[in-house]
């Protein structure tokens, strides 16, 4: 293999150093970290397609790397044995060798989040139940994961059947947070922000209905990009649900890279959308001059926030002035309580069906955690009326905010109500005095954004004095999901937190 990969490994750690550098940031370089795993996807990317390393050294580097951190945060699961993995990773030079046009995730070890299912690996959905529950086929936004060249590794962890932002469950238990293992890696995407975080994986998939990809994100230091239903496929026929699957990444080009294979057209989804999914793959960048966002804050003391996020939110909004973007206090205007009291009917509306017939069944019932039971139970208390109003309400909402994106080109939020909490809490009781009526109530500030439908990325915002991450949400109009990629690409250009901050153990890595 050496006459075909002739870039030096001293060339190849250059390279990676000079792309993680901005001239007015320091950026955490840790000097033994190996360079393959500290690239970022498109620089894998373009790494590969110039055969400066093989498909082998970037499998047997990523191995190895995981090997090493995945132990004390559990991120990734249901791990594929090391030779198999290497077979496919020659393979994948052979083709090279032969003249192949590399997919752009060509090469590249992902793990997939334990509810999207990757042919011949558990699918467990962290159910005990399910754990030998072993997938026939690939969904269909891994088929074109796998079609772009990628290489399962195995499943990044997620509550059971997603429930809750907070990753722990009875098969696999808790993933914790890189920056203080003793708190939560957040949900229901918290396997793949970790994995991202602690560069065991170049990009990741997850989804998203209450902040499942925003959520980690914020408590991660990575990005997490909800898109606009149809962007990526996701079952619900005719009716736009309030769940998508979606990308994360390092970076928002990272992000994009995969965004760009994870979407696409779909005759089978009636509610698909057109638009070439290349765009995302393209150079990221538009001049944000002129632009204007409003500031949602707590949506004016309705949504309960743990003293700190706000001032620290506050403070990230700087950058905005920074890149030309003016910020000012605004507000849609309709009760939030009124769209949150909607969302909990569609919530159990979307979520019970598929889980009651695993309650029917007393057995597994039993082994069904409160929160999946909960979903069922209320689902079984709903009228055709309730989810006829609560849909009322969804498209009110979608047009209070769609008169805020008449003055605004963007809406800016925290990303959560709260820091990383400790690990062994199921989900916060109390915030600022306020008690939590439900297990997701402490969601709220996302899911005013899920039910908008608009595309929202997570970015990161900074730390606390605790040292503990926190993000920011940027929310585009619907389908302006480009739009979305560019404010948060230009938001990193000048903040470069995933860079600045590597977490504890990468810095002593």
Known sequence: MASEFPVSRRGLLAAASALAAAPSLAVAQPARLNPIVAMGGVQLADAIRRKQVSCVEVMGAYLDHVDRQNGPVNAIVSRVPREPLLAEARAKDAELARGATPGALFGFPLAVKDLAAVKGLPTTSGAAFLRNNIAQADAPFVSRMRQAGGVFIGKTNTPEFGLGSHTFNEVFGPTRNPYDLSRSAGGSSGGAGVALAMRMAPVADGSDHAGSLRNPAAWNNVFGF??????????????????????????????????????????????????????????????????RA????????????????????????????????????????MSVDTVWNAWKVLRAWESGPGLKAYYDDPARRALMKPEARFEVESLMKLSALDVTNALAVRNQWHRAIADLFDRYDYLVLPGCQVFPFP?????????AGQQMQTYHEWMKLMVLITMSGCPTMAVPAGFDARGLPMGLQIVAPRRRDLACLEVAHAYDQATRWTERRLPPALRAA
């Open 423 to 431: 690990v062994e809490q199921r989900w916060p009781q109390v915030i």
């Open 226 to 291: 909800r898109p606009s239903f149809g962007r990526v496929y996701a079952p619900g026929g005719f009716y736009a649900g309030l769940s998508v699957p979606g990308p994360m990444g390092r970076s928002v080009p990272d992000l994009g890279l995969l965004l760009s294979v994870m979407a696409g057209f779909d005759d089978h989804s009636p509610l698909s959308l057109e638009e070439d999914p290349a765009v995302f793959a393209r150079p990221i960048g538009r001049d944000q001059k002129g632009k």
């Open 294 to 333: 409003a500031w949602l804050g707590d949506f004016g003391g309705k949504v309960p926030l743990e003293p700190g996020v706000l001032p620290l939110c506050e403070t990230a909004l700087k950058t905005f002035d920074a890149i030309g973007v003016s910020v000012e206090p605004a507000l849609p205007a």
